[in-house]
């Protein structure tokens, strides 16, 4: 069984930074690429970025290019997002998502049940 | 960055009927596109890519169809595990990007 179990969220000033962190388990992890999608309370989804599953192909959404960077541990079947200079704005849930095979292609198979990052002074 | 428009943003229907939920691309995007089901307090569920195929595991009540910039999904007779917030998401370009949603209500 797939599971995706997200960690690293809590409350933060901002400006200040937060890693956030997924383990991945129940499927072979170096066989997919991997996606961070957030969701501001009561609002809809938001993709943020996206890794392939040898890192060599990364994107990010405009609103977080810069201050956020995604990277993954195959060793570990880890997958983490870096998130610097945060805003009121990146308050959110943010889902690990897995896509449907190596290459980042924007399908969101399985989610996390998220990490909830709060951004306030 | 393609803008998805879903409409209605509420639907309501009574179990044992039809749905039809719509979503537009700002541009042509193939069939490059997805629906994604969200219940209250829980993650997405992957139902349909490619425009019309479903994951494994959908029942077949769940259809998709269209191409380019239309986009609809159909539930066939709602059951009352269907009730919940639909979302649409096109993965033709970077930003992947979704519609605000349309939550389907009991009617």
């Known amino acids: 069984e797939v599971q995706l179990v997200e960690s690293g969220g809590g409350l933060i000033q901002p400006g200040r930074s937060l890693r956030l962190s997924c383990e991945a388990s129940g499927f072979i992890f170096d066989d997919y690429a991997m996606h961070w999608v957030r969701q501001a309370p009561g609002k809809g989804l938001e993709w943020v970025s996206g890794i392939s599953w040898n890192s060599g192909s990364i994107a990010y959404a405009d609103s977080v290019k810069g201050r956020f960077t995604i990277s993954r541990d195959n060793a570990k079947n880890s997958l983490y997002l870096q998130m610097n200079s945060l805003r009121a704005e990146d308050t959110a849930l943010y889902y690990c998502?897995?896509?449907?095979?190596?290459?980042?292609?924007?399908?969101?198979?399985?989610w996390g049940q998220g990490t909830l990052v709060t951004v306030s002074s | 960055e393609i803008v998805m428009t879903q409409s209605p943003a509420t639907l309501s229907v009574s179990p044992g009927e039809r749905a039809t939920l719509s979503c537009r691309a700002s541009?042509?995007?193939?069939?490059?596109f997805a629906w994604y089901q969200q219940k209250p307090g829980q993650a997405p569920r992957f139902l349909i890519y490619?425009?019309?195929t479903r994951v494994t595991g959908i029942p077949a009540r769940f259809s998709g169809s269209g191409s380019g910039t239309e986009f609809t999904l159909t539930i066939s007779s709602l059951q009352s595990e269907d009730f919940a917030v639909y979302y649409c998401?096109?993965?033709?370009?970077?930003?992947?990007?979704f519609g605000q949603g349309t939550k389907l209500e009991i009617k």
């Open positions: 998502a897995k896509d449907i095979g190596v290459a980042v292609a924007g399908h969101f198979a399985y």
């Open positions: 490619g425009a019309s």
């Open positions: 998401q096109q993965y033709n370009n970077w930003p992947y990007t």
């Open positions: 541009q042509s995007i193939s069939r490059n």
